[in-house]
């Protein structure tokens, strides 16, 4: 167990006197924050959970294809054989699941819905941290920048950020959507989708991490060790770059882990909406929308894309809830 | 005093050469405040409001003062951390009064400062390593026998194991963070160091045996100190000089050894009735002649007219509240800025009556009794 280790740490942030004065042992290396923040990850074991299921749901999103060609799982391929016509639903009880289709097929074309859910997995994991890495690219900057420098600087960004939240986002993702046409930016069809999603989704996000970093720097900037730099002749960035990123690494991955459930549910709305991923490619959103037309027919098709997405939901905040507490346990 | 005898011999070859290394004239700090949507500037915190003093080559100058007198902002402006408002800022002849960010960077490394709080003064994300050997990295130094062995050095010098060199700050008590900020201020070889309060967040069992490294470190190295503390106790056995600071001024400026023994400024006097006696046959005297002083420091935004010491003064008169005394020597070597100085002849005797509302009755001023019979 991790016992053994607990009580070190425990002990080293308690009496570091005592640490030192043990100083005959033979380990002289220090423990980095980092080491200790881990093994207080290790004992959150819902945090644990969370990253377990979060790992296992980016190894299926990135090996999608090779998955799908390994177990014959093709989610395009239409089985009009397992639909009953009339009904419009599958054939056999519990939404014609079978051991060749564990999780049934669509009511519509008899499609194998396990396949569509991994095929959906790695669009909503893709767009989700796309969209993520592009909100916390200018949130890290524009946050920085304003919290470091303040004064005008920071009145400019933060009116920016007040405008940002204000947007009515929905519609502007809707009619954008819909306004952009096949081979802008030299790509088409889903790429294309794909690209447009995490775009709107990043660029409109980016307020909230931009407001975090802003706050963490602004109360970084006025510690002592700040000026201690600076009465060394360090400048702007050196101060940036070198003293406060390291100890902003830990607030800006928590919310970027927090962030990705958000965008994830953002990407269901949208294809939910039909301004989104668009079929016959498969997405969570998308089976939601197809489902909800048919539910009274078939229920249980409901379930499969809603459980795939509350379960990816819950995996990365429980996981990013463990490291905002294993990083920075006076945030709460 | 009985217990000074020690140092006082120590004491007596006080370098005295006679170009100062700092000299500062007029110093003026004010910070604007700012109200409103359109920033307006309202007012002005006189944080420091026109202080003249020098520091000669090898001493130690105390400053001493109450909470928010200033003398952080002062320590900030001589290291020129701070851009000041007005006066002029001298070292070693050289004007560094407005000097920019870049054109201060080459003289950084003959200033440097020791920060008031260890817990904030170091990066929790570097090592030790890392942060007594940003000096060189910053200045483009390279030191005889690589930065890894220069830090060593620094660690066994302030009296660390150099084998924590790895260790992370978090790791290490108060007392061992400050001497991690002290070997990072001495790695470039300052000519100046400002200590900001060095010891007072630190366990007073802990804080004379920093205050004894920086006086051991200042022996061996040859450094200046400007040493700022909040009272006169701390200081008392490292400092060659003393300026009592009192809302953005000074107030008294004198060698140790006459201020601590005839302090000519009341607000001086009242600082050191506070200093504890450790002789416990003392003590009695010492706590009937303590002066209380009532009220709190009133607000450098608007400072009181004329003296700014009399809404606190015993011995407050008329000209007091209308005229601001000059500080002007009255004894060699020893300035003080009063009307009515305690020690020294009356500046204005014709001025007897005491100042309606002020605490003079209040006051309890029992003659300091060397000579009194106890209990
Ligand atoms: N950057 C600033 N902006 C505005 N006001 C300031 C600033 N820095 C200091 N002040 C004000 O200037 C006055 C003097 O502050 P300073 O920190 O120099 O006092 P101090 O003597 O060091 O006090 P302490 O013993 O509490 O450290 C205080 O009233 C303070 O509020
Ligand atoms: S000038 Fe007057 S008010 Fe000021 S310290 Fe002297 S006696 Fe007191
Ligand atoms: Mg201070």
């Known amino acids: ?332 | 005093m009985s217990d000074d005898a020690t140092d006082l011999t120590k004491r007596t070859d006080a370098p005295a050469t006679t170009e100062p290394l700092l000299k500062v004239e007029g110093l003026v700090k004010h910070f604007p405040i700012k109200k409103g949507v359109l920033q307006r500037t309202v007012g002005a915190v006189q944080a420091v409001d026109g202080i003249s003093f020098d520091v000669r080559q090898g001493e130690t100058l105390g400053v001493v003062g109450e909470s928010g007198c200033g003398k952080s902002t002062m320590g900030r402006l001589i290291t020129r951390l701070l851009e000041p408002t007005g006066g002029r800022i001298e070292f070693e002849g050289k004007d560094i009064t407005h000097l920019s960010v870049g054109e201060m960077r080459p003289l950084r490394k003959d200033v440097q400062m020791i920060f008031q709080d260890p817990y904030s003064s170091l990066n929790p994300r570097h090592t030790i390593g890392t942060i007594v050997g940003a000096p060189f990295r910053l200045q483009g130094v390279t030191p005889e026998g690589g930065v890894k062995k220069s830090v060593q050095d620094l660690l066994s010098l302030v009296g660390l194991n150099p084998e924590h060199y790895n260790r992370y700050p978090h790791e290490f008590s108060g007392g061992q963070r400050q001497r991690i900020g002290i070997a990072r201020a001495l790695a470039l070889k300052p000519r100046l160091v400002v200590a900001d309060e060095p010891v007072s967040a630190l366990d007073v069992s802990i804080q004379a045996q920093v205050v004894n490294l920086l006086d051991d470190l200042q022996d061996e190295l040859g450094l200046t100190y400007v040493i700022i503390a909040h009272d006169l106790s701390v200081i008392r056995h490292v400092s060659d000089r003393i300026a009592v600071m009192y809302l953005g001024k000074i107030v008294e400026l004198a060698d140790r050894q006459p201020l601590y023994e005839r302090p000519m400024h009341p607000y001086t006097k009242a600082l050191l009735s506070a200093v504890p006696v450790p002789d416990p046959r003392r003590r009695q005297s010492a706590r009937a002649s303590r002066i209380l002083l009532r009220g709190d420091v009133p607000s450098p935004i608007s400072p009181p007219s004329g003296c700014r010491f009399h809404t606190r003064c015993w011995k407050a008169t008329a000209v007091c509240k209308s005229t601001e005394p000059p500080l002007v020597e009255l004894a060699p070597s020893h300035r003080v800025a009063c009307h009515h100085p305690e020690n020294a002849p009356d500046q204005v005797p014709t001025d007897t009556e005491p100042l309606a509302g002020t605490p003079a009755e209040d006051a309890r001023e029992v003659p300091a009794a060397d000579g009194a019979p106890p209990g």
Request: hydrophobic share 50%.
């Open chain 1, 1 to 332: 167990m991790t016992a053994p280790i607990e009580t070190t740490s425990a002990s080293a942030e308690a009496q570091p006197e005592a640490v030192l004065a043990g100083a005959g042992r033979s380990q002289i290396e220090g423990r980095s924050l980092g080491q200790i923040a881990w093994t207080r990850f290790k004992r959150d074991k819902a945090a644990v959970a969370g990253g377990i299921v979060v790992v296992c749901l980016v190894l299926m999103a990135a090996l999608a294809k090779p998955i799908q060609a390994v177990f014959d799982l093709d989610p395009n391929k239409f089985n009009q054989d397992l639909v009953d016509p009339a009904l419009q639903a599958p054939k056999g009880p519990w939404g014609g699941m079978s051991w060749e289709h564990p999780l049934g097929v669509d009511p519509g074309f008899g499609r194998d819905l396990l396949a569509r859910v991994i095929e959906g997995s790695w669009v909503s994991l893709l767009v989700a941290v796309g969209a993520t890495l592009v909100s916390v690219l200018i949130g890290v900057i524009l946050g920085v920048v304003a919290g470091y420098y303040g004064g005008w600087v920071d009145s400019v960004v933060s009116r920016l950020m007040d405008t940002f939240l204000a947007f009515p986002l929905l519609l502007f993702a809707i009619s954008l959507s819909a306004s952009v046409q096949d081979g802008f930016w030299g790509l088409t069809g889903l790429p294309l989708r794909i690209a447009v999603l995490i775009f709107v989704i990043g660029f409109f996000a980016w307020p909230y991490i931009g407001r975090i970093v802003r706050a963490q720097t602004m109360s970084l900037r006025e510690r002592e060790f700040v000026e201690a730099s600076r009465s060394l002749g360090a400048r702007g960035p050196f101060i940036i770059f070198r003293e406060l990123m390291p100890n902003l690494v830990a607030p800006i991955l928590v919310y970027a882990t927090l962030l990705i459930p958000t965008n994830i549910l953002f990407e269901a709305a949208l294809s939910f909406l039909g301004v989104g991923i668009a079929p016959p490619q498969a997405s969570w959103g998308g089976m939601l929308t197809d489902a909800a037309d048919r539910y009274e027919a078939d229920l249980q098709y409901m379930f499969v894309p809603g459980l795939a997405i509350f379960i990816t939901v819950l995996a990365f905040n429980l996981l990013g809830d463990g490291l905002r507490d294993a990083l920075d346990p006076r945030s709460k």
